[in-house]
């Protein structure tokens, strides 16, 4: 017997995914991964190759969204993320991916979950795995979705209109706190790190304390395996310290290795997520990198001070390195004596309207 479920394809900024309405889904739990994991890799055992399903064999294009009209008053709609592990026949709905969020807006439109204004169409984005609210501003003339323009991002190849995403309330969204061990350094297995979460629950360390410079290649650091076994150590112990409990088998934190901008940035990342390297680095992976350098203390904020950046105004435009190129991120905040609060945290996006139908589950 076959099951057909109606599904969209979307490019959301430099990762892929597959969305679906809530209500076509089963309300258990269990059964709703199951039917994910059906979707993505067509079956339940793992299949690193996804033959048999929408995945598409990577990390960053074994994403799901799942969307629905918002439950919480002042918002529009609820976004619910879920990471498929690739060939391990489980899925992960620890975290959330703000490059997937992207797509969110323009899937609820294209769906007719939501109606477009023209020129622009604004909504409040309910993030439902971690808390916290994004307000999206999606390009509409006359009431149609535009995909086509000319903002580039680094790690995707051309140009496209441009989704603008304004975070709100994600300190601390996943730890409780934006740095959930209490300090701006904790030493983790002999290597000084920042634990942080605006968003994104990220452990940072200066490359340099590994031996390596920090420019190496994903292919390069992905083959050291001395070097990720040493990351994944640290990782483990991070987590309980970070009040995630054991991460043996969550994909957060996030491991971070920073260095110094080598084109004229602010930082300069190498992203672990956490097993393989990131091709470039996440959304709110780098919110919450942009956001350490902000803060005295972390093992960040002495390359802010040693950047450009000399403005005096309430929001800095962070500049933050990746493989495959940089990524800004303004943050609106206030300072005082005690504390760095972040108010806002804004990023651009784009995303891309691939395909829709029909996949069939058995």
Known sequence: MKKSIPFMIFRGGSSKGVY????????DEKERNEVILKIMEGTLEGDPRQIDGLGGANSLTSKVAIVSPSEVPDCDLDYYFLQVVVGEGRVSTTQTCGNILAGVLPF?????????????????????????????????????????????????????????????????????ALLPTGNSIDNIEGINATCIDNGMPLVLMLAS????????????????????????MIRISAGQKMNLGDVTKQTIPKMCLVSHARNGGTINTRMFIPHVVHQAIG???????????????????????????????????????????????????????????????????????????KTYIY
Request: hydrophobic content about 35%; charged content about 25%.
């Open 108 to 176: 609820a439109i294209e769906s007719g979950m939501l109606k477009a204004n023209s020129p622009t169409t604004i909504a409040k984005i309910n993030i439902l795995n971690t808390g916290g609210i994004c307000e999206c501003i999606v390009q509409t003339p006359e009431n149609q979705v535009k995909y086509v323009g000319n903002s580039k991002i680094d790690g995707v190849v051309g140009t496209a209109a441009p989704i603008i995403c304004n975070y709100l309330e994600t300190v601390g969204s996943t730890c409780g």
């Open 209 to 232: 304390d590994f031996g390596i410079i920090g420019n190496e290649s994903k292919e390069n650091l992905e083959s050291n395996l001395e070097l990720k076994k040493k990351i994944e």
């Open 20 to 27: 679906l309405k809530r209500s076509d889904l089963p309300l």
């Open 283 to 357: 959304v709110l992976a780098a919110v919450s990198v942009a956001t350490a350098c902000l803060i005295g203390g972390t093992v960040c904020h002495t390359f802010f001070e040693k950047s450009k950046e000399k403005s005096k105004k309430n929001y800095k435009d962070l500049s933050i390195e990746h493989p495959s190129g940089e990524f800004t991120v303004r943050l609106d905040y206030e300072t005082n004596e005690l504390e760095t609060k972040i108010l806002k945290s804004g990023v651009i996006r784009t995303a891309k309207f691939i395909a829709e139908g």
